[in-house]
């Protein structure tokens, strides 16, 4: 299996700045159709895994500007341009474009 | 308004069985795959299994191969996991998924605790 590793586990921030999260995977993600499939989850407190972004760097409905993905081949980040109370929480990385999809260990966001 | 409820879960002994099911609604159900996946603190995130849209064709992860089956009542909207020969690590909150890697919308149940244990 594809082994997603995550970094850091733990991020503690101030409100207001920004924040980033890197995934590494054990494989490239490019998949035969050319596309990566790299998505990243948030999951706030007492809730289910919600998808913020899809295919390395598209935002899903409904998702705030201030979170961005980047990244190719096997190296990707997420980015918050500015840290809001809500945002505190686990974030994953997923990968698609291996059987089977799996996801690194989280990140947890908190506030300082 | 999207919907994904799951119901089932509960406590169970080494070696039992339990049939979890969520019912969705709020989209065409016969037109997605759909997947279940579970959560531990110790092991994160992990898919388990998966169905298409027709539930001919099945998918499992290795660790709950030929103990698990997926299977979904289109007529119903019901999306189910039989789960049989528990062991103690499959105790984790399982998760009913309209999974997408793409830009259809990804769905996830607010989760069933499965507990396995003497």
């Known amino acids: 299996d594809v082994v997603m590793t995550q970094s850091p586990l733990s991020l503690p921030v101030t409100l207001g700045q920004p924040a980033s999260i890197t995934c590494r995977s054990s494989?490239?993600?490019?998949?035969?159709?050319?596309?990566?499939?790299l998505n990243w989850f948030q999951q706030r407190p007492g809730q289910s895994p919600r998808r913020l972004i899809y295919?390395?760097?598209n935002r899903d409905a409904g998702v705030p500007d201030r979170f961005s993905g980047s990244g190719s081949g096997t190296d990707f980040t997420l980015k918050i341009s500015r840290v809001e109370a809500e945002d505190v929480g686990v974030f994953y990385c997923m990968q698609g474009s291996h059987w089977p999809e799996t996801f690194g260990q989280g990140t947890k966001v908190e506030i300082k | 308004e999207v919907q994904l409820l799951e119901s089932g879960g509960g406590l169970v002994q080494p070696g039992g069985s339990l049939r979890l099911s969520c019912v969705v609604s709020?989209?065409?159900?016969?037109?997605?795959?759909m997947a279940w996946f579970r959560q531990t603190p110790g092991k994160g995130l992990e898919w388990v299994s998966s169905i298409s849209q027709n539930g001919d064709s099945t998918y499992y992860a290795d660790s709950v191969k030929d103990r698990f089956t997926i299977s979904r009542d289109n007529s119903k909207n019901t999306l189910s996991l039989q789960m049989n020969s528990l062991r103690a690590e499959d105790t984790a909150v399982y998760y009913c998924?309209?999974?997408?890697?793409?830009?259809?919308?990804?769905?996830w149940g607010q989760g069933t605790l499965v507990t396995v244990s003497s």
């Open positions: 295919k390395v760097s």
């Open positions: 494989q490239s993600l490019v998949y035969s159709d050319g596309d990566t499939y």
């Open positions: 998924v309209k999974d997408s890697l793409g830009p259809s919308p990804n769905y």
């Open positions: 709020g989209i065409t159900f016969n037109n997605y795959a």
